[in-house]
């Protein structure tokens, strides 16, 4: 005994040195320094960092104090993005920096970084209003390629408006495939005091209307600092300028070209549109009221596309199998028209996939092939069969355990949620319970995948309110319960 406990214990430290990898396989690993800013980084850095990894191309991380990042800290990295303007990081930050960005590694400056480490900024309309508090870092200047002056004329911007940006360097793989010009609604920075290392790709006319300077100011650089590639945009004040297919597009390509000095994202990226492959869905509703917050249930993810249908006879007017991957219902209708009936089942029986929500186990109560074959279980609105009518019963506290390991719950685990309860449900002896619990007004099951054959099929009894639509458990949730429906887990 005292030999194989000696022999644990010599094993913990053995074990305790196995490296766990914290990138993504064949991802470019970035690093965004945020968390000082006269702009409003808490909306621009999670959206910058959800446009990276939605691009496929990047593993990205966050951080909101760089002061005290040091050259370990940067080693695994390939780029870094600055969405950041305030105070400066101290010697050993930026001597780690300088020496990343010069190894061969990339940089990425946005916007208000332009000016960074001249002071701490006035919060409010983008300028900086304060006289300078230390000396700026000179080392800075010669990376990002340009000075922000306050001595006249003035570094700074007029009105800001929708302008056109020309590219005046289509040979660069940054603009590469991209069309001449792309429109910008932003702040145009001007007077910009450039050195001699930047190469302008990019321009904009700096119309006096708005008050601008009435000639061409650079608005999109490049600058080789040694071994290394920073990519310097003037743009993207706000989410709305951020927005811009322009500049999701230079952004993106910039990044990567920073990265690894060369570009092979598309030569056009819509925020808006999200491009790759997405499962279409269609969400039914109707016959019971419902929060909206509902709705939140999809949105956000840009692997999914989905129409809303307010009733079943709208769902079901025409063949949908062309049209969808997966069903997802969250209604309660009692009748169906036939020719409606067969749309839902020719869906059904194509290996299609279903996700059923709530009390959408309580529709259709006298279609036997809905709640028996289809569902696997069924809330009875009245006695049936020597059964009494189901219960309910809202705003209880349940706590919910996994049943079994599948990708549905993947990830999801225990769960403490205020939702409603169902009791005295009719539930398939063939179901394959998914989630339970031990609330008395419940009948245990609260998630299972039904036994129906013909297509990928599960049925979630949570999701009442919104207090069950916000909660990240039930997110994640729904989302499995999408993905494995449409095969894609």
Aim: glycine share 8%.
């Amino acid at each position: 005994m005292r030999t194989l406990l000696l022999a644990a214990l010599i094993a913990v430290p053995a074990m305790a040195q196995v490296t766990i990898s914290l990138f993504q396989p064949g991802k470019l690993r970035a690093l965004i320094f945020s968390g000082r800013n006269n702009h409003d980084w808490r909306a621009s850095t999670p959206f910058l960092r959800n446009l990276m990894v939605a691009s496929g191309r990047f593993d990205v991380r966050v951080v909101e104090e760089p002061a005290g990042t040091t050259a370990d800290t940067l080693s695994g990295y390939d780029v870094l993005v600055l969405d950041y303007n305030g105070p400066r990081w101290g010697a050993a930050t930026e001597q780690a920096v300088e020496a990343f960005v010069r190894s061969g590694k990339g940089m990425v400056v946005l916007h208000g970084a332009a000016y960074a480490f001249h002071g701490l900024p006035v919060l409010g309309d983008g300028h900086v209003r304060t006289a300078i508090l230390e000396a700026p870092w000179p080392e800075y200047a010669r990376m990002i390629g340009s000075v922000w002056s306050l001595d006249e004329p003035r570094t700074g911007h007029g009105e800001r408006h929708s302008f056109r940006v020309r590219f005046t360097d289509r040979e660069h793989p940054v603009a590469r495939g991209m069309a001449p010009e792309f429109w910008a609604t932003d702040e145009l920075y001007h007077n910009m005091r450039m050195r001699p290392e930047a190469r302008v790709l990019a321009v904009a006319y700096d119309d006096p209307k708005m008050r601008g300077t009435g000639r061409d100011e650079p608005i999109l650089w490049t600058v080789a600092y040694g071994k290394g590639r920073v990519f310097h945009s003037t743009l993207g004040h706000d989410l709305a300028a951020m927005f811009e297919p322009g500049f999701a597009t230079t952004f993106l390509r910039g990044a990567e070209w920073a990265a690894t000095g060369a570009v092979t994202l598309p030569s056009w990226v819509d925020p808006a549109r999200p491009s790759g492959p997405r499962t279409r869905i269609l969400v039914v509703t109707g016959g019971h009221d419902y929060d909206t917050s509902f709705y939140t249930l999809f949105e956000g993810y840009p692997d999914l596309s989905w129409d809303h249908a307010p009733s079943q006879r709208e769902a079901y007017r025409r063949d949908l199998r062309p049209r969808y991957d997966v069903l997802v219902l969250y209604d309660m209708p009692q009748e169906i028209g036939e020719a409606e009936r067969k749309h839902l089942r020719d869906f059904a029986e194509s290996s299609k996939g279903i996700v059923v929500l709530h009390h959408a186990i309580a529709g259709y109560n006298d279609w036997e092939w809905y709640w028996r074959e289809l569902v696997g279980g069924k809330y009875l609105l009245k006695p049936e069969a020597g059964r009494p009518a189901s219960t309910y019963k809202h705003d209880e506290e349940i706590f919910v355990s996994p049943a079994a390991q599948h990708p549905v719950v993947d990830g999801v685990g225990r769960m403490h949620v205020w939702d409603e309860t169902y009791k005295g449900l009719w539930i398939s002896p063939h179901v394959t319970v998914l989630l339970r619990t031990d609330h008395p007004l419940s009948d245990g099951p609260v998630a299972w995948v039904s036994p129906y054959p013909k297509s990928r099929v599960v049925y979630i009894q949570l999701g009442h309110d919104r207090l069950a639509h916000i909660h990240p458990g039930y997110r994640k949730l729904v989302k499995n319960a999408i993905d494995w429906a449409a095969g894609k887990r």
